[in-house]
């Protein structure tokens, strides 16, 4: 069971929009401004697509978008395109006293474009 | 812009050490000001951070496998390095390498990867 609780899977169809959730608690998600997601292809090398919670990095489309409210993150996808369909994990910084670290990961979502 | 590659064997027997060198090219971490850092994906499972070294050479590392873990540096070579001591199946993975600017989970270079698997 990973600390950062994501949906296995969500799916949407070409156009739409979608969001992933990312659950964490007050020492991780909810009490820092550091969640980070990544897209990762199957094979392929994660790419850093949101950082600080909100800031896309040069380069990535604005299609995506993220946002937090209390303990729970989420990733917006607009617009949604075949190339969108991947794995996606958010990650937080934290410093809970059973696990304080750089990186605690979300298990990861699975989005397939329908 | 960084480029980054892992290397190292891809089998190594269970309770032994598993060793990678994650070599930095198109600059370096010192002149970057950035962390080396070292994260693994075991099949069909997610993402988990291991550790990262400090341009500086300060270490962090994952609170349940610090036990396990040292990262070094080698400034000269351009080099960071993984050691992961008394490895069973469980650290089979594709083990990357990344870097990070600060002390958060923004990994914004990462190399291609590397399967190690543990196995006798």
């Known amino acids: 069971q990973s600390a950062l609780t994501q949906p296995a899977s969500v799916s949407g169809s070409p156009g739409q929009s979608i969001t992933i959730s990312c659950t964490g608690t007050?020492?991780?998600?909810?009490?820092?401004?550091?969640v980070s997601w990544y897209q990762h292809h199957p094979g392929k090398v994660p790419k850093l697509i949101i950082y600080?919670?909100?800031n896309r990095p040069s380069g990535v489309s604005n299609r995506f978008s993220g946002s937090k409210s209390g303990n729970t993150a989420s990733l917006t996808i607009s617009g949604l395109q075949a190339e969108d369909e991947a794995d996606y994990y958010c990650?937080?910084?934290?410093?809970?006293?059973?696990?304080?670290?750089?990186?605690?990961f979300g298990g990861g979502t699975k989005l397939t474009v329908l | 812009q960084l480029q980054l590659q892992e290397s190292g064997p891809g089998l190594v027997n269970p309770s032994e050490i598993l060793s990678l060198t994650c070599t930095v090219s198109?600059?370096?971490?010192?002149?970057?000001?950035?962390?080396g850092g070292w994260i693994r994906q075991p099949p069909g499972k997610g993402l988990e951070w291991i550790g990262s070294?400090?341009?500086?050479?300060?270490?962090y590392y994952h609170p349940p496998l610090k036990s396990r873990v040292t990262i070094s540096l080698d400034t000269s070579k351009n080099r960071f390095s993984l050691n992961l001591t008394s490895v069973t199946a469980a650290d089979t993975a594709v083990y990357y390498c990344?870097?990070?600017?600060?002390?958060?989970?923004?990994?914004?270079?990462w190399g291609q990867g590397t399967l190690v698997t543990v196995s006798s």
């Open positions: 990344a870097t990070h600017k600060r002390f958060t989970p923004n990994f914004d270079y």
């Open positions: 007050s020492s991780d998600v909810g009490g820092y401004d550091y």
């Open positions: 990650t937080s910084y934290s410093t809970s006293v059973i696990l304080s670290t750089l990186g605690l």
């Open positions: 070294i400090h341009y500086s050479g300060i270490t």
């Open positions: 600080d919670v909100s």
């Open positions: 198109g600059g370096s971490l010192s002149s970057s000001r950035s962390y």
